[in-house]
């Protein structure tokens, strides 16, 4: 084996496996292109020896082969393996390590930063007339936020929504209430056929359904559940143990 390049002996095991190209990339999960280039021995599109590794273990157990002595023939025959590194060359070091000198305060510096800040007081005390000092104004600031002229019209409030407005917008609300004198199943759909409740309701147990358009209502047992929609009560829809089904709309404003 280690006369032969790690390409060919895993194209080899392949081949003596009965697997063709396409079937152990099923097998591996690596592409078909790259299975091809490691059996012609070019791993530059693994991505580096510690993906080319991983590779050669994932081929050589599909095929029948030893994955870790495969990984060894390949660091022996591609160098893979890293240099070892001498202690003393990590700690011997290459230059000298320079302290650099603390130097003496430069006094002149100092001097003329000093020489410099009398000759701007002096000039501003020129500008400013003889013992005085200009000023800025100063404007006192509210701290209540800004305040609205006198005169100034006052910004619109929202409208309000009518009681007649909102009776028409509400105007289509269907509202059905039912109370179990024993338990049955009841199926609940709005007018668009969207659930509103599918289940037994308990007897003793009442539940109410809103929605727009319309109610469509399934009973098993109306003589089991007594109604009420739109705050009319109806009663129960039928007989004990008969299945109804009734589609409940709007109420009808009355006209005038």
């Given at each position: 084996m280690n006369e032969q390049t790690i390409g060919v002996v895993l194209a080899e095991a392949r081949r003596a496996a009965g697997l063709t190209v396409g079937q152990l990339s099923a097998i591996t999960k690596i592409r078909e292109a790259l299975l091809y280039a490691i059996e012609r021995d070019d791993f530059s599109l693994c991505g580096g020896d510690f993906y080319t590794r991983g590779h050669v273990k994932a081929i050589a157990k599909a095929v029948g082969l030893d994955p870790e002595a495969m990984v060894h023939l390949y660091d022996e025959q591609h160098g893979g393996l890293p240099q070892p590194v001498r202690a003393a060359t990590v700690f011997q070091s290459s230059k000298g390590v320079k302290l650099r000198e603390r130097g003496r305060?430069?006094?002149?510096?100092?001097?003329?930063?000093?020489?410099?800040?009398?000759?701007v007081f002096g000039v501003v005390r020129v500008m400013g007339g003889a013992g005085q000092v200009p000023t800025a104004e100063i404007t006192p600031v509210s701290s209540t936020g800004p305040t609205v002229p006198p005169n100034a019209p006052a910004s619109p409030a929202e409208p309000r929504r009518t009681a007649a407005q909102s009776t028409q917008k509400d105007s289509d609300l269907v509202v059905v209430k039912a109370k179990a004198k024993r338990s049955s199943y009841i199926n609940v759909r709005d007018s668009k056929g969207k659930k509103l409740f599918a289940g037994t309701l308990r007897a003793g147990k009442s539940d109410t359904w809103t929605a727009r358009a319309g109610v469509n209502l399934l009973l098993r047992d109306a003589g089991a559940v007594s109604l009420q929609v739109n705050g009319k009560n109806l009663g129960?829809?039928?007989a004990s143990g008969e299945q109804v089904r009734r589609t409940f709309g709007p109420e009808t404003p009355p006209q005038r």
């Open positions: 305060p430069n006094w002149t510096m100092a001097l003329g930063v000093a020489l410099a800040i009398v000759v129960t829809l039928g």
